[in-house]
């Protein structure tokens, strides 16, 4: 037999060793790095919304984050159910539709958490289009779902398979300690903004119209305008030729004619 034939024989067995290897690790961890990811992408969009702690800057590039770990999760996914179809874990229409051929309850949550997950990603994908028409609670509505997403597939990956060891489970707790964390600063900052605008709206009623404003950071006082009103008499006063009367404590000025002596004058 040629060396050549025994070399191509060994490469494809290593070649299939590797690639034997690679789908049990990715049938181990895929749906790991799924979570990880979605646990990412929902605490960087709940803390792109701060505004007491984060710069705009800042926000930025939370934001950027934020889609980045989202297209990661939906590759994962991807990956995710490749296998198991591939492995025969499950039918590929129970990969769509979910409590259907006859999948476990874990699995079929599962199968609702992707779901959500596309549905998500499809909004944020077309965010521009929601912002742009009238309909934009229609996209905050289902984007939200990311709140419903992430509890599912944190159930779905502790039920469903094998059972998982005590570093799994420590792993899933500090996830969900984190996202609590953050959806805890997205509503402490909510409550701040709002009673922040709150105020706003009671000074701007108790302030009496016409009143000069406080002053700003710097000191100055913001210059009031006139109004409406005041703007017109001025302006019909110009245009008549009006002249103010003369305070009353201001002495009268005698007219000059021409000849006269002026007291205390010369000639």
Do not use: N
């Not at 999948?103 to 990603?121: F, H, P």
């Amino acid at each position: 037999m040629p060396a050549s034939v025994l070399l191509a024989g060994a490469a494809v067995h290593g070649a299939s060793a590797v690639g034997r290897q690679v789908v049990a690790f990715l049938d181990y961890f895929a749906g790991v790095f799924t979570l990880l990811s979605l646990t990412a992408a929902v605490v960087s969009g709940l803390a792109a919304t701060d505004r007491l702690f984060l710069t705009p800057r800042l926000r930025v590039a939370v934001q950027s984050m934020h889609r980045a770990t989202a297209v990661a999760a939906l590759g994962f996914l991807a990956v995710h159910i490749a296998v198991k179809v591939a492995e025969r874990h499950c039918d590929p229409l129970s990969t769509v539709l979910p409590f259907t051929g006859g999948t476990a309850l874990a699995v079929s949550l599962g199968t609702v958490s992707a779901d959500l997950l596309v549905l998500v990603a499809a909004t944020g994908a077309f965010r521009g289009r929601f912002a742009g028409s009238r309909h934009a609670w229609l996209w905050r509505v289902l984007h939200a779902g990311a709140y419903a997403c992430w509890p599912i597939a944190l159930v779905h990956g502790l039920a469903a398979g094998r059972a998982a060891h005590a570093w799994v489970l420590w792993g899933y707790g500090l996830c969900a300690a984190v996202v609590a964390l953050a959806l805890l600063v997205r509503t402490l900052s909510w409550v701040g903004h709002r009673r922040t605008v709150t105020r706003h709206r009671r000074r701007s009623k108790a302030q009496p119209a016409g009143a000069p404003l406080p002053a700003t950071a710097h000191g100055a006082a913001t210059p009031v305008l006139p109004t409406t009103a005041q703007a017109a008499s001025a302006h019909a006063t110009v245009r008549t030729g009006a002249v103010r009367r003369r305070p009353l404590h201001a002495a009268p000025v005698p007219p000059s004619r021409p000849g006269l002596v002026q007291p205390g004058g010369g000639l």
